[in-house]
């Protein structure tokens, strides 16, 4: 099992390049489903879930081939297998992104039920309600969800909640079904942007996306023209932005989508973190003094949860006291105790956590717990004083490329070691 280990302490300088997005990628690579011929992208980040999705479009019947982050993916020929097994689906939620491409392709799908994670219940419900709208039917099934449908045809759907995973399988299916499909309520994340912009390229038609109301009109098929890029990773790029900071550095994080990050940079510079905006990239460095702000986790363009642990970590080490409240998820605080271990200053209440910061965090060896918890953690431990242990890095290698080889880079005394299990 590895860990990292992590001496505090450094101010990290530099310049690091951000990866392509995991969101973006994820959701794109099992867009591959649509197609009957080899489809293309480059940018797509060496990850852990880059490699469970590898294996599942092999299960399903799809050649991949993965190199320097370009990624081909082609139907083998031996017909669509349309099947994702419990012991992928178990390994990644995103799974369930298959459901949709199945559907459209085949007019059949059986995936396995994702059950929760550290993070909460992760329900696909509302995955389902708007497929059967489009005239799938469903079965639950020892433990897989199986679907039918003669022909998807275009349906207006309305979302009860902006749902990311939803709205990429929606549009998915939508693009190959008959006539047109209004999404309402729709997620409005980059990452969507991206996966239209790379369906439309090859031939979707897809408007809206990036809004709340979403337009599909099906088409009979897709073709590629050319390979597509995916887009940076914002996430990644704000874990950076967050670490120069605490950390009383400054770094030059390229590549960054400054302009999908906007309710993150807000923040920071209202922490007094100074950020200075070039083409593609940002120089973050503190200002003095970092002071603690409140944080409220919402849909994009809201504050993203996916940035909340990481936030928090550097609301420890802030002059006062923050707020932050979780309204995405129902169980994101599993890097509390690892922070209070650590010396932080945080009380629970429901969905909420109070911050108090604190003059310094002491190494301790801790656990990651999910993916984002893991990188606040990570990022905690460059602050503190002596020696931290992050076990289970396994939950960061899912969503972050190379982190300790980019930290090292930035002068952080890192390294990746075996422990016990
Ligand atoms: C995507 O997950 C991301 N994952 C998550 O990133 C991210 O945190 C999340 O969107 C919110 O931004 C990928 O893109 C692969 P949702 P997803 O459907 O699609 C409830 C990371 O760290 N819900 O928008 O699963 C659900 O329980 C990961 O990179 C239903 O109730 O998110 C949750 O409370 C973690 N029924 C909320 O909506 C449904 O049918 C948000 O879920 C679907 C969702």
Same mark, same amino acid.
């Given at each position: ?253 390229? @590549?960054?989508? =400054?302009?999908? $990050? *906007?309710?993150?940079?807000?923040? #920071?510079? +209202? ?125 960061? @290698?899912?969503? =972050?490329?190379? $982190? *300790?080889?980019?930290?090292?880079? #930035?002068? +952080? ?9």
């Amino acid at each position: 099992m590895d860990s990292l280990l992590i001496q505090g302490g450094v101010s990290l300088k530099g310049t690091v390049k951000v990866s392509g997005a995991k969101n973006a990628a994820l959701p794109i690579l099992f867009g591959g489903i649509l197609f009957d011929e080899p489809v293309v992208f480059e940018n797509v980040p060496h990850l852990r879930d880059i490699q469970t999705t590898q294996k599942l479009l092999e299960t399903l019947g799809f050649a991949t081939n993965f190199e320097q982050n370009r990624m081909e993916i082609a139907p083998k020929g031996s017909g669509i297998v349309p099947e994702a097994p419990y012991d992928l689906v178990k390994t990644m939620r995103a799974s369930v992104l298959c459901l949709g491409p199945l559907l459209a392709r085949l007019g059949e799908a059986s995936v396995a039920m994702p059950g929760g994670c550290a993070i909460g219940a992760r329900p696909v419900d509302l995955h389902l309600s708007a497929l059967e709208r489009m005239g799938a039917e469903f079965t639950l099934d020892g433990g897989y969800i199986k679907g039918r449908c003669k022909k998807l045809r275009g349906a207006h759907i309305q979302f009860d909640f902006p749902t990311v995973g939803g709205t990429e399988n929606i549009m998915m299916a939508a693009c190959l079904a008959e006539g047109e499909t209004v999404l309402d309520n729709a997620a409005r994340e980059p990452e969507i942007v991206d996966l239209a912009n790379f369906l439309n390229s090859c031939g979707a038609k897809i408007e809206g996306a990036g809004q709340t109301q979403i337009r599909i009109r099906g088409v009979t098929g897709l073709s590629q023209e050319q390979p597509y890029r995916i887009m940076p990773d914002r996430i990644e790029a704000g874990t950076y932005l967050i670490a120069a900071a605490m950390t009383n550095g400054e770094v030059r994080v390229e @590549d960054c989508p =400054y302009k999908d $990050m *906007e309710a993150l940079c807000s923040k #920071l510079e +209202a922490c007094n973190v100074h950020l200075s905006y070039e083409d593609n990239a940002v120089v973050a460095k503190p200002h003095g003094e970092l002071n603690a702000v409140d944080i409220r986790t919402l849909p994009h363009p809201g504050f993203p949860t996916d940035m909340q642990a990481q936030f928090m970590a550097m609301l420890t080490m802030c002059r006062g006291s923050g707020i932050v409240e979780e309204t995405i998820f129902e169980n994101r605080f599993m890097h509390v105790p690892e922070l209070v271990r650590m010396g932080a200053d945080i009380r629970l209440s429901g969905n909420s956590a109070l911050v108090r910061g604190v003059p310094s965090l002491t190494g301790a060896p801790v656990m990651a717990s999910d993916l984002r918890a893991g990188a606040a953690l990570v990022i905690a431990g460059l602050c503190a004083d002596g020696e931290t242990r992050v076990d289970r890095i396994y939950h960061v @290698d899912r969503g =972050y490329e190379g $982190m *300790e080889l980019k930290l090292q880079e #930035l002068g +952080a005394r890192i390294r990746r070691v075996q422990t016990p299990a």
